[in-house]
């Protein structure tokens, strides 16, 4: 499982990284430098899906003193990760959306890995519970 969940991180940074350089390349080749993107709205599948961030599985537990600097650091490191992205110019809207959404499923495996097995029970429980409602409102649409 842990293997499977560094290969899909490798496959996301190598796709990170291709987007990026590949953004670089065309933005040269364009005819007009100066051209301003709009950013598109979002489509009401990507605003759920933004709404149902799993940090509601985090909430509620007790955390212990080295657990909270251990996830402070965390939150500072993925905050200034996050920043560098937002200020990126390179980047599309598009790009930067994946790159925080990326980010954020990083933050989030890391501070899971700081939590104790029965905290991690208790998160994984919400995950499923917060899955199959999501499941369950999804087959009530169609």
Not at 41 to 64: H, I, N, R
Not at 104 to 115: D, M, P, S
């Amino acid at each position: 499982m842990n293997q499977n969940r560094f290969w899909k991180l490798v496959a996301i940074a190598a796709g990170v990284f291709f987007l990026c350089t590949t953004a670089g390349f065309s933005r040269a080749q364009s005819s007009s430098p100066n051209a301003v993107q709009t950013r598109k709205a979002d489509s009401p599948e990507a605003q759920q899906k933004k709404a149902a961030l799993p940090a509601d599985d985090f909430a509620g537990l007790q955390y212990t003193d080295e657990q909270k600097a251990e996830i402070g650091k965390i939150l500072q490191e993925s905050r200034s990760r996050r920043e560098a992205v937002i200020k990126a110019e390179k980047l599309t809207a598009d790009q930067k959306d994946a790159m925080l959404s990326g980010y954020t499923r990083i933050e989030y495996g890391e501070i899971f890995k700081v939590l104790t097995p029965d905290q991690q029970r208790e998160v994984q429980k919400k995950a499923r519970a917060r899955k199959a409602a999501a499941l369950a409102a999804a087959k009530g649409k169609s």
